[in-house]
């Protein structure tokens, strides 16, 4: 059973920065593929960033690609996402989440689930 905790969260003007972290405990972290997942108030969760086991390779949704970035430090068993440029659109509750090896964009590929961290953007 893995356990994520985030942190990092909160409030910051539009153009800003945040670094979110996600700390793993009780699995063998660099069999997973980590990712990071938003959900705003009345829609869906969605895909932000993910990075394989190795961290060589990363992904990115369309929409955070050049502002966001996906970083894993193994010796830590962390998981980060560094975010600049924020807008208010990027407002939500960021969710980190383990997955298999094959796990990519989808939610339904991730096993275990952090409680989640509020980014808010003012504007």
């Known amino acids: 059973q893995v356990q994520l905790v985030e942190s990092g969260g909160g409030l910051v003007p539009t153009g800003g920065s945040l670094r979110l972290s996600c700390a793993a405990s009780g699995g063998t972290f660099s069999t997973y593929t980590m990712g990071w997942f938003r959900q705003a108030p009345g829609k869906e969760r969605e895909f932000v960033a993910a990075?394989?086991?190795?961290?060589?390779?990363?992904y990115y949704q369309h929409s955070v690609k050049g502002r966001f970035t996906i970083s894993r430090d193994h010796a830590k068993n962390t998981v980060y996402l560094q975010m600049n440029s924020l807008e208010p659109e990027d407002t939500a509750v960021y969710y980190c989440?383990?997955?298999?090896?094959?796990?990519?964009?989808?939610?339904?590929?991730?096993?275990?689930w952090g409680q989640g961290t509020q980014v808010t953007v003012s504007s």
């Open positions: 990075i394989d086991g190795s961290g060589g390779g990363t």
């Open positions: 989440a383990a997955g298999s090896p094959i796990a990519t964009f989808s939610f339904r590929e991730y096993d275990y």
